[in-house]
């Protein structure tokens, strides 16, 4: 790829969802409602397993972490996409899209590992159970969690490099709601058919690679379940049936974005939607529901809350 000096681009217009304002009024108030609605729950689990000692396990601990990583995945682009529903020019400066890009790309990368690591819990849980204390203690939890947010890191910032480097001449719109590595390649004015290819292979190796494993281990763990008895195989079913639900749909879209090198993808926009707005704050609470502790204790620290308002 050719390299210049500087680039001329300054800032970016997002073409945004839709150009009709009513359709625009719409999905604000939809997605407004939406994170009155799940935001507060994702917030409710953290402080949950933070206040109740009974949830201490490493499960809880991964759980919370989650709930943490999905607030932070979905504060990176849909603030600037509800904002831009009032604007009649849709723009964002060049620094900011490139911070953009990097906190999405490293926070997803993050969740994803962060969802081996999940597995890897329940794995040992059920398969080694005598040895999960020393396998998966407290620190061992903390270790694994910290390699997460380090692996996100890099993914992050091996994209945020590329596309630094990429020359941009004009135009400067990005047929999306917020800025990815694929939209800026296809307005760079140079050969870009490396960058293109380590981009691809940055993103579709990890995400694949971590998919078909999360695949693998879950299988072995369905398989494990028909030595045991009626009552623990219900639930380890249902424990192992919320994280394969969590990984089809945080894999799945994300696999369909970036499966073709820098080709728009039909329904890109509205798959890019629940990728980076419904799915992520909705994982928590796929947990949640399935799991009759961390339910019981959300309602004592909800009911101990209103008792002690109401005096």
């Given at each position: ?17 839709s ?18 609605t ?42 600037k ?43 040992v849980?059920?398969?080694k ?117 969590v ?65």
């Open positions: 790829m050719e390299h210049r000096n500087s680039t001329v681009v300054t800032e970016f217009v997002l073409v945004g969802l150009q009709n304002h009513k359709i625009q009024m719409i999905l604000f108030f939809f997605f407004l409602l939406f994170y009155m799940v935001l507060p729950g994702n917030i409710l689990i953290i402080l949950t397993v933070w206040g109740d000692s009974q949830l201490g396990s490493p499960m809880y601990l991964l759980l919370a972490n989650l709930a943490f990583l999905d607030i932070c995945y979905c504060s990176v682009t849909p603030p996409m509800l904002a831009d529903f009032f604007s009649h020019q849709k723009t964002i400066s060049y620094s900011a899209c490139m911070a953009q890009l990097f906190f999405l790309h490293s926070l997803g990368a993050a969740e994803v590992l962060l969802l081996l690591v999940m597995a890897y819990d329940r794995y849980a059920i398969c159970p005598l040895r999960y204390t020393s396998l998966v203690s407290r620190r061992v939890c903390c270790s694994l969690v910290g390699a997460t947010w380090g692996g996100g890191f890099l993914h992050g910032i091996t994209l945020l490099a590329f596309s630094i480097h990429l020359p941009l001449c004009g135009p400067n719109i990005l047929d999306n709601f917020f800025c990815d590595v694929h939209q800026l390649v296809k307005l760079a004015c140079a050969n870009t058919y490396t960058v293109e290819l380590l981009m691809f292979l940055s993103n579709e190796v990890l995400i694949v690679m971590c998919f078909t494993l999360l695949l693998i281990s879950y299988t072995v763990l369905l398989l494990k379940l028909w030595t045991r008895s009626s009552k623990a195989k219900n639930k380890v079913t249902s424990t192992c049936i919320s994280h394969i639900i990984v089809l749909v945080m894999c799945g879209p994300a696999m369909y974005i970036y499966s073709l090198p820098f080709r728009a993808a039909p329904m890109e926009k509205v798959i890019a939607v629940f990728h980076t707005v419904v799915f992520p704050l909705t994982n928590p609470m796929i947990y949640t529901l399935r799991n009759k502790e961390i339910k019981a204790s959300i309602w004592k620290l909800v009911s101990k809350r209103v008792f002690w308002c109401g005096k």
